[in-house]
């Protein structure tokens, strides 16, 4: 599968790529990933290097009790970032779920957009289409920094998941919009064992055909996997982190998106060379 960001190509036949994720908000669980917006552009220069394909930037924290900010203060702390590595030659996304900043990330030639609402603001819909921008669709219940606090109890977790991303999917083809990928949503108003239905279920999603991107990097339902409660800072959380991913991308990812790029680079390669050994007849 290749996917086109702008002039930028990314084959992910028989491979999964990697979006890093730089972090310019001030208030992330994930406090070694937060960057200044002024070092942000050799940060983000430096993940390229580690082997990301894509810099997912972003500034407003999904996390429960984080700061609310407003349009305009996450524009200023995303938009330079953008404009700075686009000017560099590197790829972009902007995770929002504010069409409002998502408008402005691409009058500053940001390549993908990323909304965990799934785009439930048709003014997001309508920014997709405007700038015909690929669009990162994700599952979730509730609001974005209070989704712990709905209904999590489903039925067959990995079906409802996929049935809701192809029907939003569906409903922003019609409208016109870029190529669509689909993201499960993966700790999003779901349990620890729901997660870990949901990575079972992966190649269901992967074979309708979309381009897939997991989104579980140093997320808290690892650390309780862990046995170590929800802590995004817990111990082994790097390790957990790298297996899931790994486990992520033989069942057919095509994107992951991490905090730890160097190291999960380094996982991704040995895991594309066991699928390329065992895809091959003659070895």
Not at 104 to 126: K, P
Not at 161 to 180: F, H, I, K, P, T
Not at 184 to 199: E, I, M, T
Request: aromatic share 4%; hydrophobic share 45%.
């Amino acid at each position: 599968m290749r996917l086109k960001l702008g002039d930028h190509v990314i084959d992910c036949t028989n491979r999964t790529a990697i979006m890093g994720i730089l972090n310019v908000s001030d208030d992330s669980p994930v406090a070694a990933s937060i960057v200044d917006t002024s070092a942000a552009r050799d940060r983000g220069t430096e993940l390229q290097r580690q082997g990301a394909e894509i810099i997912d930037v972003g500034a407003h924290s999904t996390a429960a009790g984080a700061r609310e900010i407003s349009a305009q203060e996450e524009i200023e702390r995303v938009c330079p970032v953008i404009e700075a590595l686009s000017a560099a030659g590197i790829a972009t996304s902007i995770d929002t779920w504010s069409a409002e900043v998502a408008r402005a990330a691409a009058s500053s030639g940001v390549n993908l957009l990323n909304d965990v609402t799934g785009f439930a603001d048709l003014a997001m819909v309508a920014v997709a289409v405007e700038y015909q921008l690929p669009a990162v669709v994700m599952h979730m219940r509730g609001d974005p920094k209070r989704n712990a606090e709905v209904d999590q109890r489903y039925d067959d977790i990995a079906t409802e998941v996929r049935d809701y991303l192809l029907d939003r999917a569906s409903a922003l083809e019609v409208a016109g919009s870029g190529q669509l990928w689909l993201d499960p949503g993966f700790a999003f108003a779901k349990s620890a064992q729901d997660n870990v239905r949901l990575l079972d279920g992966l190649p269901a999603l992967v074979e309708t055909g979309y381009p897939v991107l997991v989104s579980a990097s140093r997320k808290g339902f690892l650390g309780e996997l862990l046995g170590r409660g929800g802590d995004q800072q817990a111990a082994g959380i790097l390790e957990a982190t790298v297996a899931f991913n790994t486990l992520a991308a033989h069942r057919g990812a095509h994107i992951v998106r991490v905090h730890d790029v160097e190291v999960i680079a380094d996982a991704l390669k040995v895991e594309a060379a066991i699928r390329a050994t065992l895809d091959d007849p003659d070895e």
